[in-house]
Structure formats: structure tokens, C-alpha cells
């Protein structure tokens, strides 16, 4: 596990061999172009370690079965007890601006049913058995990374309508190769939750979030599992000052390769400073 999949996905086909294909060639469309907000907010230094606490597992907001471990405040623990399955939520619920968090968690831990969303105050945070806990009623929305499948509401849907496909490029004998982290996006001015995988924008996986409190939240049914949520930044809904603009031109333009020689530049310190956001 843990194929790139910034220049090509691996795939099953029905006979169990592997093949691989260009994603790039496949992600067209306005739904598979990356926000520049969020391409602006990636380029930001991270949050802070304080921050990241703030954004982190809620230790009051979580299955009985599951812990915010004492030794990392941004991980939890999930016990082994069969026949559960059980969710934590984040500490703060988002209803404006754009947030992006990862989620790390271990592709041999996930098991049968390890979905990744969002989801409101009311969500539920346990049930009987093993189930996408996350998604199965109206207040929350999930991707579960085993199927590859989206759910919202799914309890009340009918059979006929099977969950969407996520990535919505996969074929149906295909199967996503997911590494241990992915990132989440959450832009609440748009109303819409998307997620990224090795730097890759895998699109928009729901619409229509605009008006709600929503709050980070998995579902786990893996014994002993341990997921972490690690808070990269926010942006307000509000303009961005032209300084923030000309720094993120100024950076593009001097590209991945030199982004990290801006001391060697013949600029004064000041401006140095600036470009790496001192």
C-alpha cells in the first residue's frame, strides 16, 4: 500500500493482475481542478503546534470504545471489542472559511469498514456490529477508503441507488490504492468537502454542506487501531490582502526547485523574510 498516485493509479482487473494508468489524463473537469484558495493555504506555513491541539480528537466526543492517547493528543486508540463500530469527532466544528486537516491512518488497520468525513453535533458515535457508522444517517458525510465509496443518508436510500464511486474515475474493477495519509478539505464557503492523496485532487466528493457546524469525525472497527488528525491550516472567507497575493505570485514564479535558495537571492532581508512567510 502506498502506491503515488500523482502519476499513476494501481489498478485490479477481474483476473487479479495489476495494471497502472496516467491519473493526470483522467482528472478533467471543474470539479478535479485544484481551488486556488486551497492552493494558496497549502502554500502557507503549517499550523502551529498549538493549533494543531486545538483542531485535534475531541477526548469528550467519542465512542466509549475508543481514547485520545496521553503521550499524543493528536491520535486515538481504538480497543478491541467485536461486533463495534465506533467514531471520535474533532474539537471544532467549522461553519465558514476553508480548512484542511490530514488523516493518518495505517492501511493494515483500517479492516472492513474505515470511513473518513465530516458530520454535525447529532452524528452518532457507536453502533452494534460493523457498518460505515460515518454517513449512515443525515448528519454526517463519509468516504469509506476500503470501497471507495460515498455515503450520506445511506440507511434511507434505496437499494436500487448504490453509494457513488470516489475518486469518480475508478472503473468498476478497479481498486484504489490508498497510502497511510490523505488530506481532507473542507470549504464551507462553497459548501463542499473534497480530498487529496499524495498531492493529487482526487475532486468534489459532496456538495451542499453550506449552513451547518460540521466537525472532522472517522468511524473504525479495527482493534487497536490508532488514527491521527493533524490540523494544516484555515483560511477566512474574507479577501486575502494583496501583500499575501503578491507573495504567492512571487513564490510561483520562482517554482519548487528554488522556493527553498530564497537566502541566496540579491534581495534585501526584509524581503527575504517575507517570501518565507518570517
Known amino acids: 500500500m502506498g502506491q503515488k498516485i500523482s502519476g499513476s ?3 485490479v ?10 491519473v493526470r489524463q483522467e482528472l478533467r473537469g471543474p470539479d478535479f481542478c485544484r481551488p486556488p484558495r486551497l492552493d494558496l493555504l497549502l ?3 503549517p499550523a502551529s503546534p498549538e493549533t494543531q491541539l486545538r483542531h485535534a480528537w475531541n477526548p469528550d466526543d467519542r465512542s ?26 474533532g474539537r471544532v466544528g467549522y461553519t465558514r472559511g476553508l480548512h484542511v486537516w490530514s488523516i493518518h491512518w495505517p492501511a493494515r488497520q483500517r479492516g472492513t469498514h474505515a470511513v473518513v468525513g465530516v458530520g454535525t453535533a447529532e452524528a452518532p458515535l457507536h453502533s452494534v456490529g460493523y457498518t460505515a457508522l460515518v454517513g449512515s444517517d443525515s448528519e454526517s458525510w463519509g468516504w469509506d477508503l476500503g470501497r471507495n465509496r460515498l455515503y450520506h443518508d445511506a440507511k434511507n436510500q434505496p ?20 497510502p497511510d495519509c490523505l488530506t481532507v478539505i473542507l470549504d464551507m464557503d462553497e459548501g463542499t468537502l473534497s480530498f487529496m492523496v499524495d498531492g493529487q485532487y482526487l475532486g468534489v466528493a459532496f456538495r451542499g ?16 487501531c490508532e488514527v491521527t488528525i493533524r490540523y494544516i491550516n484555515g483560511l477566512d472567507p474574507e479577501p486575502l490582502p494583496l501583500m499575501d497575493l ?8 520562482l517554482g519548487r526547485e528554488r522556493i527553498h535558495h530564497i537566502d541566496t537571492l540579491p534581495l534585501p532581508q526584509t524581503l527575504k523574510n517575507y517570501l518565507q512567510y518570517q
Not at 67 to 88: G, M, N, W, Y
Not at 209 to 224: D, E, N, Q
Request: hydrophobic share 35%.
Open 9 to 11: 493509479i494501481k489498478s
Open 43 to 45: 502554500d502557507m506555513p
Open 64 to 89: 466509549l470504545n475508543v481514547f485520545v492517547k496521553e503521550d499524543d493528543k493528536l491520535t486515538f486508540h481504538r480497543h478491541p471489542v467485536a461486533q463495534s463500530t465506533d467514531c471520535i469527532r
Open 159 to 178: 437499494l436500487s441507488a448504490p453509494a457513488a464511486t470516489y475518486p469518480c474515475f475508478l472503473e468498476p474493477d478497479e481498486s484504489f490504492v490508498l
Open 246 to 253: 503578491c507573495r504567492r505570485v512571487a513564490r510561483l514564479a
Open 13 to 22: 482487473d477481474v483476473r487479479g493482475e495489476p495494471s497502472y494508468r496516467p
Open 209 to 224: 454542506l453550506k449552513g451547518k457546524r460540521l466537525y472532522p469525525i472517522v468511524s473504525a472497527v479495527w482493534g487497536h
